[in-house]
């Protein structure tokens, strides 16, 4: 795992053998920043990384410009992870590091991010309800990437609209942004 591009390209991120999470990989990665290129100016972006796991697509968006991202994590084996990264590529004035469960986060948040990116367990329930939830934390003309199983489509809500899937064998990215404009 690496920065793929921007200010710390290819640096590495620590991801342990052990890790319970799944990191987003590079490949993946870097075709979803290359799609987010046509949505998102980095020097004007706030950003908000859930299930951050190493903190990879986080990281990704600092070094490319981002001026701060929160993390939201619940694991400790994850948040040493996250933190560890955070700290080796001194980015730690930059990084927001929230430690609760992502559907607590989200239903108490009044918040706004411009990029929320969204990486569950696959197997995870919330994810049936994670557009519902992400809709009112999301800017208008923001954009989230949810990262989930191939095998599942993600609909759009009544607030979110999809605007791109991307397909990596067993894994799926798509890209949510609110309907006219508007969130919820």
Known sequence: MRIIAG???GRSLH?????????????????VFNVLAGYVDWGDVSVC??????????????SRGAGQVTFVERSKASL????????TLGVSAQAIIIRMPVEKFLRQRSIKFSLVFADPPYADAFLDELNVHIAPVL??????VVEHAGDRTLEPTSHLEVIDRRDYGTTSVTFFRPTDGESA
């Open 7 to 9: 200010r710390l390209k």
């Open 49 to 62: 990384d859930l299930y951050a796991g190493s903190g990879g697509l986080g990281l990704e968006a600092l």
């Open 139 to 144: 800017q208008p003309g923001g954009v989230a």
């Open 80 to 87: 040493v992870t996250l933190e560890r990264n955070i700290e």
């Open 15 to 31: 991801v342990p053998r052990s890790a319970t999470f799944r990191p987003t990989t590079d490949r993946v990665k870097e075709s």
